[in-house]
């Protein structure tokens, strides 16, 4: 069971909005995350081995975000609220709180727009609060032209394949339960789109695999896709580099000395890696005709 904290502030201000992500809040209604995903760069010493251990429920964030959005409306601060950076607004547990659904009534009730970031399909409950969201949001100023909307929905996968989910983010709900809910948001005619943070290399980022994601995510209809590559920190044994190695050395050994050797001297992938990454994934949004980016650009609107 999580434990039960207060809190004295739950929205926070960005420094600048992420071109990625389009925040101008952050949101996060738990501490600590149960899809324990290996790769999570929120992963350190502090959290445990299994993040489940150290999750927390702040009780009183939706008094205290109620308090907050009042006065950033009075003061006519509008802008993105990201659900969550850190960890995701639909765990398991959302379905008994309800924190999240919560959360977005106070959200639609001060017109702030959302986006909502998730590996859940329990997103679906809350598609009639979504709605009134979508519809009646103050967007900032500069997004109008190029955004236009009050909800963007983004899933992230890291792979379309359960079994190897079942590894790297064993908590998760399944990719193939989540690409049911994809196909349920495009269909409800949110701004969706895809989140391919990170891919794993050698195991979800080959060309057959990205020509699987990118066949099954247009064929959805998505409005964009924002790939990224895999970053590792630590060396602790609770550390997202540690963790994924042992994943590495246990499931898939014939990658052992390549994981080795990416990460051996940081926490990126080479530099030439990602050049080429950049290369493949421009080759793949232009093939397949999808956005790599939420916004629209000015001259696809004239």
Known sequence: MPKEIEVKSVLNKTKRRDCWFLDDYTLNLYSSCSFNCLYCYIRGSKYGTNLEESLSIKTN???????????????????????????????????????????????????????????????????DLLHKIDKNAILPNDLSKTLGRGVIVSFSFSTLDDEVAKIFEKGATPPSLRL???????????????????????????????????????????????????????????????????????????????????????YQMPEYYKKAFAKKMKELTLEYKIRDKIEKTITNII
């Open 180 to 266: 049911k809910a994809v196909e349920k948001t495009v269909a409800e005619n949110f701004h969706s789109g895809i989140s391919l943070m990170p891919l794993l290399p050698f195991i979800s980022d080959t060309t057959e695999h990205l020509e699987r994601l990118f066949n099954t995510f247009t064929a959805l209809n998505v409005n964009y896709i924002l790939p990224a590559t895999l970053t590792l920190f630590g060396s602790g044994k609770a550390d997202s580099k540690t963790l994924v190695m042992n994943a590495i050395k246990k499931h898939f050994p014939e990658l052992e000395t390549k994981y080795q050797k990416y990460f051996q001297n940081g």
């Open 61 to 127: 964030a939706i008094e205290i975000l109620d308090k907050q959005l009042f006065n950033r409306a009075k003061k006519q601060q509008y802008g993105f609220i990201v659900l969550s950076s850190a960890t995701d607004p639909y765990l398991h547990f959302d379905k008994k709180y309800e924190m999240t659904r919560q959360a977005l009534e106070v959200i639609a009730k001060h017109k702030f727009p959302v986006h909502i970031i998730t590996k859940s399909d329990l997103i679906e409950r809350d598609f």
